[in-house]
Structure formats: structure tokens, C-alpha cells
């Protein structure tokens, strides 16, 4: 941003060696539009080149250096001003001199260490960028290029089942059961709701998945809680001895993995809220966290993979501590 | 056989449901009915009386079948009991229709049919919530209201003991 018509003045931009060959993700912004943006996993090499092209040919540009910088950083949204880089890589690409040409630079920032996924949450935003720098006395020209990136995990090694009994004594007794406690996010959840007493009026039954962000530490935490689905699973009364089955494909909806206390600064955690709903309008609710995370592209084929999904479905797996008064009852 | 790329989302299994569970009456059986309005007394000394009959297989009500007569007062009297003492919210009651019992209106005021009417409606709907609440079952005052023959305003407030 240039105030004098006179000198010289630069454009800058960044190219990506594998621009044609690489994937791009869709990524939402802050104000909620979807992007397009080039993915990256961690490891990954990030090469490229800078186009320095001058606007003025036949002038010279001064400069006191052009750099390329590989940054990953965490921003949040009431403290804009501190952002909290966990990568920061740098290529000087040119010492202090002058243009008097425009020229193009080769970089490349070898198997890079990208640790946590891009977040662009309600109160905090993890991103990963480039930016080329043309450094100058009075005003720098820049140019950031912001890139995706997703963590990759495989199949858990352990993935219990849930199972728990819960209710309001003398009132509602249930188990409900959900067939692992870590999905992938194009999984499935397969459980069932066993009906052990009904005294109350039941209308009908959903699940919700929600979303909760917590950004802060110590006396300042913020919680963003956020309904990503309802799922109604039951309609009508049930009475005791039934069972209810919950089939809820995931791929349908817009989520990231689980994200524990990236970098001491934030988490993004899921929940499964069991809600019952009777014919007054009171619910009844159990929510439990459930554990998400990104399935590669890539299949691995192992032995064990059929024997897993056996033993999930039919091995008696050990039921959690039984609970009872546990269910929620509101308004 | 099965492809491991593909979730298996076959049900879980489950114990098969009992016939006399599955067709027997539900063990949520609770209806009240607030009908047949009587105004008793003679000029400024009237109000009227409202039979509140319970019919109920839950455990918890000592009475599977009760009748008792209320009034007005005697709503509200419950209602601010379970407000001060329960954590739930109160569904609310129809209005106290203050502008009926002034003086000089064309019609009966309080004591009008539609009214009356009106009101009953509204006291059924009220009681009916209430009684269905979990937590509004575990108070003295609701069984007392439902089924004892008369309101002991004197009463001790607590917790309805369990059977």
C-alpha cells in the first residue's frame, strides 16, 4: 500500500512447485464462507517459488531484504493482538539491495513439522501460512498465502464400547450403549437404548452431537457450545423390555477431529447428548464425550481390521460403571 | 468378506422383549380431572369448589384412585409451595382474573359460566403437568393436595417418603 506515485513498487506472490498435482481442502473462514485452500499433512515438504514482479518497469526497487516465512500460529479472537506461533520457519531468499528487474526465487522448507490441524473455530483460529516479504524503509510488501492442514490418525488400537445405566430413581431407567468411543469422522455410531422402567410420559427421543470449544486457561474459560445435529431416534411412548436402535452416519456432518488442549490454548471436544423428551416438554439428558478423529484416504488392509469388527459387535463388553440417578432432568 | 473400509452398522444385539411387558398396561398410567365447579356460599362470601379426581399406577401415590374437592386458593397454595421448596419450574396457572371481582360489572364476574369454564380448563392443565413431574412427585404438598381430604396449611414441608 503504497501513498507515493512516484518510485517503484512490487507485486508479490507465491507458487507452489506441486500446484497442479496437489489436493485442496475446503476450509471455512471466519465469517462462515468456505475456501479452497492447498493440504498439507505434517512431515510434508513446502516448496515453491516467489514471483517479485515490479509494477514500474525500467525502475529500480530498493529493498532491505526479501524473505520467505513458513508460520503456523494460534489467534484468539479476544486477545487479536498476541498471536501464539508454534512453527515459525524463515528462508532469506535476498540480502538488503535493489531490483532492477523482476525476478523470481525458489524456496523450499524441507519436511516441515505441521503438529495440529487448521481450526477455525467460534472464539479461536490455528492456520498455517506463507509469507513472502519484500522489506523496505518505509512500508514492507507482503504476501500471505494460507494453507490447510489435517491431522491423519489410523484405527485405535483400543476402542471400547459405552455402555451405562442411568435414570432418575423410581422413574426412567435406561442403558444405552454406543458401539465404540472413538469414530472416525465418515464412521458410523451404531448403539441401542434398552428400556428398563418407564414411569414418566415419554413423547419421543433424539441424539445431538455437540460441539464444544473452550479457549482460556485458569479463571477465564470460555466454553462455545454448539449443536451440530439432532438426530430424532424415537417417536412415540416406549415401555419397558424395549429397545431402541441409533444408526447415525457421521459423514453428513461439517466436523473436525477431537482437539485436546492444543498448544495449552484450546480444545474442540464432542459429546453424544442422549435426550428424552416427555409429553410436557421436560428432557431428560446424558450426554457423554465421544472421541473424533480423521480417517487418511489411504486404506490399510490389515488381518486384525474383520476380527475388530467382530468382537465390537458381539463380545459382551464391559459395562461402565453403572450410574443410575445420572439422567438429567430439565424444566 | 466384510470390507474394512466400510463401517459395519448392523444393530447391536438385544434381549428380546417380554409379551407381557410389550402388551400389558405402561407403568406410566397417570390422569387427573378437574370437573363438575360448585359455588358455594351466598353473596360476597362465594367461591367455587372444583372435584380433582387422580387415577394413577404409579408406585409413588399412596391412592391408585383419589377424589377431593379444591378451590382456586388451594392451586396457588401448591404452586408456591413447589416454588419455594423444589427446584422445578412451576407450569403456570390460569389467571387470578382480579378484574372480574370488582363491583359493578354487567355479568357474574368470577362466578360466570364461561369463566368458570375457562378456568377449569386451565387448573386441569396445570395439575396434569405437575403431577407427571419426577420431582414434583417426590413432595409432600402434591400428595397432600391429590389425596388427602382436606389441606393442612399447618402441614410440615419436606419430602414425600418413599415406599
Redesign the interface.
Known amino acids: 500500500m503504497s501513498f507515493f506515485s512516484f518510485g517503484q513498487s512490487a507485486e508479490i506472490d507465491v507458487v507452489l512447485t506441486d500446484a497442479e498435482t496437489r489436493k485442496k481442502a475446503e476450509h471455512k473462514t471466519e465469517d462462515g464462507k468456505k475456501d479452497k485452500y492447498f493440504l498439507f499433512y505434517d512431515g510434508e515438504t513446502v516448496a515453491g517459488k516467489v514471483n517479485v514482479t515490479l509494477k514500474n518497469p525500467g525502475k529500480r526497487l530498493e529493498h532491505q531484504g526479501i524473505k520467505i516465512e513458513f508460520v503456523g500460529q494460534i489467534e484468539l479472537y479476544y486477545d487479536r493482538g498476541n498471536h501464539h506461533e508454534f512453527v515459525s520457519l524463515v528462508k532469506d531468499l535476498a540480502r538488503p539491495g535493489e531490483l532492477t528487474q523482476s525476478q523470481t526465487f525458489d524456496f523450499e522448507f524441507t519436511h516441515v513439522e505441521k503438529p495440529y490441524e487448521s481450526y477455525t473455530g467460534q472464539n479461536v483460529k490455528l492456520r498455517y501460512f506463507l509469507r513472502a516479504t519484500v522489506s523496505r524503509r518505509l512500508n514492507d510488501i507482503s504476501k500471505e498465502m494460507d494453507i490447510v492442514v489435517h491431522t491423519l490418525s489410523t484405527y485405535p488400537e483400543l476402542n471400547s464400547s459405552i455402555k451405562m445405566e442411568v435414570g432418575?430413581e423410581?422413574?426412567?431407567h435406561i442403558e444405552f450403549?454406543y458401539?465404540k468411543s472413538k469414530y472416525h469422522l465418515k464412521?458410523?455410531i451404531?448403539?441401542?437404548i434398552?428400556f428398563l422402567?418407564?414411569?414418566?410420559?415419554i413423547k419421543h427421543m433424539e441424539i445431538d452431537i455437540i460441539k464444544r470449544e473452550t479457549t482460556g486457561t485458569g479463571p477465564s474459560v470460555y466454553h462455545e457450545n454448539d449443536t451440530i445435529a439432532k438426530y430424532e431416534i424415537m417417536d412415540g411412548?416406549p415401555?419397558?423390555?424395549?429397545?431402541i436402535?441409533i444408526?447415525l452416519f457421521l459423514a453428513g456432518y461439517e466436523m473436525t477431529p477431537t482437539m485436546r488442549d492444543i498448544n495449552k490454548k484450546f480444545s474442540v471436544r464432542y459429546y453424544l447428548n442422549l435426550v428424552l423428551i416427555?409429553?410436557?416438554e421436560?428432557r431428560y439428558f446424558k450426554q457423554q464425550e465421544i472421541t473424533l478423529w480423521r480417517k487418511g484416504d489411504v486404506?490399510r488392509?490389515?488381518m486384525s481390521?474383520?476380527a475388530t469388527?467382530g468382537a465390537?459387535?458381539?463380545e459382551g463388553s464391559k459395562s461402565s460403571v453403572s450410574s443410575m440417578l445420572d439422567l438429567k432432568?430439565r424444566? | 468378506?466384510?470390507d474394512?473400509?466400510v463401517?459395519?452398522?448392523?444393530?447391536?444385539?438385544?434381549?428380546p422383549?417380554?409379551l407381557t411387558?410389550?402388551y400389558?398396561p405402561?407403568?406410566?398410567f397417570?390422569e387427573i380431572d378437574v370437573y363438575d365447579p360448585q359455588t358455594i356460599g351466598v353473596g360476597r362470601n362465594r367461591f367455587t369448589t372444583y372435584e380433582v379426581r387422580m387415577q394413577t399406577n404409579?408406585?409413588?401415590f399412596k391412592l391408585k384412585d383419589s377424589v377431593v374437592r379444591r378451590r382456586y386458593s388451594d392451586f396457588e397454595w401448591l404452586k408456591n409451595e413447589l416454588e419455594r421448596d423444589s427446584k422445578?419450574?412451576v407450569?403456570p396457572l390460569p389467571g387470578k382474573a382480579l378484574k372480574r371481582q370488582l363491583p359493578f360489572r354487567g355479568d357474574e364476574g368470577i362466578f360466570e359460566d364461561s369463566f368458570i369454564e375457562e378456568r377449569r380448563v386451565g387448573l386441569e392443565q396445570f395439575i396434569?403437568?405437575l403431577a407427571?413431574?419426577?420431582?414434583a412427585?417426590n413432595e409432600r404438598c402434591l400428595h397432600m393436595f391429590l389425596q388427602d381430604e382436606s389441606i393442612d396449611r399447618n402441614y410440615i414441608p419436606g419430602k414425600q417418603p418413599?415406599r
Request: hydrophobic content about 30%.
Open positions: 432418575i423410581d422413574c426412567l450403549e458401539n464412521d458410523v451404531v448403539g441401542k434398552y422402567l418407564v414411569r414418566i410420559k411412548a415401555v419397558r423390555g424395549e429397545s436402535p444408526r416427555d409429553e410436557e421436560r486404506v488392509k490389515s481390521s474383520q469388527i465390537q459387535r458381539f432432568c424444566a | 468378506m466384510s474394512p473400509t463401517a459395519d452398522t448392523r444393530r447391536l444385539n438385544s434381549k422383549q417380554d411387558d410389550a400389558g405402561p407403568s406410566n397417570l404409579l408406585p409413588i422445578i419450574v407450569p396434569n403437568r407427571g413431574h419426577p420431582l412427585q418413599q
